[in-house]
């Protein structure tokens, strides 16, 4: 044993003996190497302890990074291994996706909608501005939403109009709401700043008894027999036939476009509530009576815009529009009470 033992020892020895010269052989290689040779080689090294902080700030910026994509990488994946490095820029927009809005409420089904214009219009034989409104009731299929998008179809079921005064006031025959057609819509819904549901729809114009190609731009037909114009309710006449009742009483047939944009939110019930910005323009075709020659347009200008509103209440779906504007006024009580004549 004692052989074996002096015998590991002078290996071991040896072997060290052997590592210490080969070391000392490159360090006389690289002092007899050319001056200039080395000089280049001291530059690189300086180089690479200039970009030393680059790099150390390039570690810091990814560290952050790798954060992320861990992160977003504890997706599960039916085969992780078949993911390739680009995947991890998928990855990330397939999180933002999935995050964006997706918990917003069902909106499809079946509402009723009802629409006030508030504002004022220039009466008829008393030459005098007054307050005046309109007041609409639709059925509202919301048929398709994905995200914060609604796709709707409406249905007009109850339009009148009032003025604030008895001695003459303008007629709207059922005929008049019956005959505008169904109009598909497309709501927003987006989320405020304290994580309230709104509600949006962009203007909208909507074209009554005649076509334009620029509701925007475009003005209404004057002519009765415009080939823009047709007879909408059947009335006989081209245009939609509106009257006059009171202290005086005439028929017009006009055209007319409205715009709308509506603001809201959706409250702790369910139903959606907000504001609604409209203009309205219209052109007298045809009368029999000089006090409607201008007709009797209605304007948002010197009403308070915040009595200009728009409500939305669930319904059953089986309700017709017949169902909608029979039970209108029990639909919106509040309303009602404030237009008793537009709802009767």
């Known amino acids: ?204 114009w909507e074209v009554r008894s005649c076509t334009l190609e620029d509701p925007e731009n475009e003005d209404l037909p004057t002519e009765i027999n415009d080939h823009r114009v047709f007879d909408a309710d059947n009335s006989g006449i081209n245009g939609l036939y509106m009257g006059m009742v009171g202290k005086a009483n005439g028929r017009a047939e006009i055209v007319q476009k409205v715009s709308t944009i509506l603001n809201g939110e959706l409250d702790e019930n369910g139903e959606v509530y907000g504001i609604t910005t409209w203009f309205e323009a219209q052109s007298v075709l045809w009368t029999d009576t000089f006090l409607l020659e201008n007709g009797a347009p209605t304007s948002p200008v010197g009403a308070d815009p915040s009595e200009s509103v728009f409500i939305f209440k669930r319904i059953d779906y089986s309700w017709d529009c017949k169902a909608v504007k029979e039970n209108s006024a029990a639909l919106f009580p509040e309303q009602a009470a404030l237009y008793p004549k537009e709802f009767q």
């Open 1 to 204: 044993m004692e052989v074996v033992r002096r015998f590991r020892n002078h290996y071991f020895l040896y072997c060290y003996l052997l590592f210490l010269c080969i070391i000392g052989s490159c360090n006389l290689k690289n002092s007899h190497q050319d001056p200039e040779e080395r000089e280049g080689v001291e530059d690189i090294d300086e180089d690479h302890g200039e970009n030393d902080d680059d790099i150390a700030g390039f570690d810091a910026a990814n560290t952050g990074n790798d954060a992320v994509v861990d992160e977003k990488n504890d997706v599960e994946y039916e085969d992780k291994e078949s993911l390739s490095d680009d995947d991890v820029v998928y990855d990330a927009d397939y999180s933002e996706t999935e995050n964006f809005d997706h918990d917003f409420p069902d909106m499809t089904g079946t509402w009723a909608n009802l629409t006030i214009f508030k504002g004022s219009a220039k009466v008829p034989l008393l030459g005098s501005t007054l307050p005046a409104w309109a007041v609409m009731v639709s059925k509202v299929d919301i048929y398709s939403q994905e995200e914060g998008t609604l796709k709707a179809h409406t249905e007009m079921c109850r339009l009148k109009a009032g003025t604030a005064t008895d001695l003459v006031y303008p007629y709207l025959p059922d005929s008049y709401a019956e005959s505008l057609g169904n109009v598909d819509k497309t709501f927003y819904l987006s989320y405020g700043e304290n994580g309230e549901v709104r509600f949006r729809q962009d203007k909208l």
